[in-house]
């Protein structure tokens, strides 16, 4: 490796002072110095200042916090070209609080190269520093795989900029894929973030969807715990379930796990339009419904086969490059739809938030009166299960107890919490049907001898004393039964059967020797299928 001739030479003219033995402060510290010109020579020679050109290894984050950011990747766009007034006000967040990250592993892939060139001018203009992971991360094998790079990259940068104090973190990450090409640098990114309003606190991302489902060539990600275990839960998705059938590897995985309980809550679907619209002449008809729009932040080419991927992105190439020349894709974003449809957007989404509140309020009065109820019958019935399911039961309460506290837990969650619970009380609710059935068995009895007993006086008794004897002794057995067994359900049935048997009898023998005339008691049919119709029997022999 070839040194400077200014380092040679004064390398050269001094090297002899190391040697004299009068000067050691001065050997000392010409070997220092000397030590450092050769790292700094060693240094440029590994790191070149071009982030573009295939052999680049320098630092993965390149920052545009100025026109003239020294590791900022050369192209034939300056910012003097493009001719972009300040970014208007808006009432949106800094843009210096975001950032961009992306992944180019083929170094000499000029499609992609090219692609992300695409980006620098809007990152001069704002500031955006970016996110290059340019080497694999997973290719060496384990149990994810190459595929799985992206997710892995993401969280650690997200870590590392947790690590960092908060008024000097990024607040949210733009991921864009390398087949995104950026066709107006006017649009802020902060145009689509969510209002700061309580509601909107614990969004920490924004994605698109398609007909196929979640689509994660663009979105933006909030610097946050929330994002480490989601990216963390991602990672671990193959490890944990690696029979899954992901058709679209780590997207269709990241789709699986922001619908799990922890994440389905903290994140929204947002229109592709904002920041991942399609190229929708080069991929399936589906691409028609989210087609790029004159105006539009970027363009996706996502999908087509390679060449017509060359031939589309090519064509993209030069939109954009007119947008920097001639401004036909470039608009002032205060000229576009965006603001607006951004602001109503959010609107909507809070009303929603706030309907979705009072049902979860509604939802949570019925939690508890479900949980009351559950608890009464472990006080009524606990002793007639197990120790195992009344411990499965203790447990379903207490989730349900931490589902309602946690305001973060939706209507839905609620009722699943409920479902679950109740799921754990089956044991508990037999014996609580079979206690109704008593208790409803229990009311027919009492009130068929409150019945006997007024037919009774009703009754001229003298006329057959051995028949009303007979209706005396079964009302006082059918008291016993209910006195010292009220829970078995058969012999008072069989009393009640017994008694209505009874007053037929003397119904009819006190109608036969008074030569006819009403009579009989009526009984009430018992919620077990008791024998009412008896009764009824009896009392039209008494009528004919």
């Known amino acids: ?24 402060l001065l050997r000392l510290t010409l070997f220092i110095l000397t030590t450092l010109l050769l790292l700094l020579a060693a240094s440029k020679a590994l790191f070149p200042t071009n982030p573009y050109t295939p052999h680049f290894t320098s630092p993965d984050r390149i920052d545009y916090s100025s026109s003239h950011a020294p590791n ?15 970014p208007p006000s808006l009432g949106i967040a800094p843009e210096s609080r975001i950032g961009k990250i992306s992944i180019l592993l083929n170094g000499k892939d000029e499609l992609m190269n090219h692609a992300l060139r695409t980006h620098e001018a809007h990152n001069r203009r704002f500031g955006y520093p970016l996110y290059i992971l340019r080497h694999g991360l997973l290719d060496g094998g384990g149990v994810v795989g190459g595929e799985w790079n992206k997710p892995a990259y993401l969280l650690g940068v997200v870590i590392e900029e947790m690590r960092k104090p908060v008024g000097e973190r990024l607040e949210w990450l733009f991921w864009h894929d390398a087949d995104t090409i950026l066709l107006n640098p006017h649009i802020p990114l902060s145009l689509f973030l969510p209002p700061s309003l309580p509601s909107t606190q614990n969004i920490h991302l924004l994605a698109t969807a398609d007909p196929r489902g979640l689509n994660t060539g663009a979105f933006l990600l909030r610097i946050h715990p929330w994002s480490i275990s989601l990216l963390t839960a991602l990672l671990a998705h193959p490890t944990f379930f690696p029979s899954a059938q992901l058709e679209y590897r780590d997207q269709s995985a990241m789709a699986l796990v922001l619908a799990l309980p922890p994440f389905r809550n903290h994140w929204v679907e947002v229109p592709p339009r904002w920041f991942n619209a399609y190229a929708a002449e080069l991929g399936d008809q589906w691409t028609h419904e989210f087609p790029v729009r004159r105006g539009d932040l970027l363009v996706h080419v996502a999908g087509p086969p390679a060449q017509a991927r060359e031939e589309g992105m090519g064509m993209w190439f030069e939109r954009s490059e007119q947008t920097l020349e001639k401004g036909e894709w470039a608009v002032e974003v205060r000229k576009t739809s965006l603001p607006g449809e951004v602001e109503r957007f959010w609107r909507e ?55 309602v506290e946690d305001e973060e837990v939706d209507a839905v969650g609620l009722r699943e919490g409920m479902e679950e619970l109740m799921e754990t009380t089956t044991p508990l609710r037999l014996l609580l049907a079979t206690h109704q059935k008593s208790l409803t068995l229990t009311r027919d009895a009492h009130a068929l001898i409150l019945e006997a007993e007024r037919f009774l006086l009703d009754q ?48 009819v023998r006190a109608d036969g020797e008074s030569g006819g005339g009403e009579g ?24 004919r």
Do not use: C
């Open 72 to 86: 900022a990747p050369s192209t034939h766009y300056t910012p003097s070209d493009l001719h972009l007034p300040a």
């Open 1 to 24: 490796m070839a040194l400077p001739k200014e380092i040679s030479y004064w390398l050269t003219h001094h090297i002899t002072q190391l040697t004299h033995p009068s000067k050691p």
């Open 460 to 507: 001229n008794i003298s006329r057959d004393p051995a028949t009303a004897l007979r209706l005396q002794e079964q009302l006082e057995n059918m008291r016993e039964v209910l006195a010292r067994e009220p829970d078995d359900r058969g012999k008072i049935r069989a009393g009640m059967d017994k008694l209505r048997e009874a007053a037929q009898e003397f119904a």
């Open 520 to 543: 009989g008691m009526e009984g009430g049919d018992t919620a077990d299928g008791g024998g009412g119709g008896g009764d009824r029997q009896g009392g039209e022999a008494t009528t």
């Open 349 to 403: 989404w809070g009303e929603e938030a706030e309907e979705r509140g009072r049902e979860r309020e509604g939802v949570r009065g019925e939690v508890l009166e479900v949980g009351r109820r559950v608890e009464g019958w472990l006080g009524e019935f606990g002793g007639g299960v197990s120790e195992e399911e009344r411990g499965r039961i203790y447990e379903g309460l207490r989730g349900l107890k931490g589902r």
